[in-house]
């Protein structure tokens, strides 16, 4: 069974730093773009960045452009979500998805097949 995990979440300050995994397990996911999303309470679940398979390409939402970079290791089957200067508004749980291979990245939910189960990242002020 394929299965996306992310862990890395937690509390931060305002102004912090966290680092988010998404390791995969049962299917290898090096030829598929793989995004980052997150959804606030009561709010649309975003698209927050993605890179594509073979890691040369990545793509950031305005909001978190110049703070976020996204990573990948194949050879370990994970995608890094490497968060700075971290603000209130980035409170939310955070996704990560896996498109079909070979895909460039989409850019909406829509575009993604598998998800993980969510890691809770919370700034405080």
């Not at 971290?86 to 998805?97: F, G, I, K, Q």
């Not at 291979?101 to 890691?119: I, K, N």
Request: net charge positive.
């Amino acid at each position: 069974q394929v299965q996306l995990v992310e862990s890395g979440g937690g509390l931060v300050q305002a102004g912090g730093s966290l680092r988010l995994s998404c390791t995969a397990s049962g299917r290898t996911f090096s030829s598929h773009a793989m995004g980052w999303f997150r959804q606030a309470a009561g709010q649309e679940r975003d698209f927050v960045g993605g890179i594509s398979w073979t890691g040369h390409n990545t793509y950031y939402a305005d909001s978190v452009k110049g703070r976020f970079t996204i990573s990948r290791d194949n050879a370990k089957n994970t995608v890094y979500l490497q968060m700075n200067s971290l603000r209130p508004e980035d409170t939310a749980v955070y996704y990560c998805a896996a498109s079909g291979p070979r895909l460039d990245v989409p850019l909406t939910r829509y575009g993604y097949s598998t998800w993980g189960q969510g890691t809770q990242v919370t700034v405080s002020s």
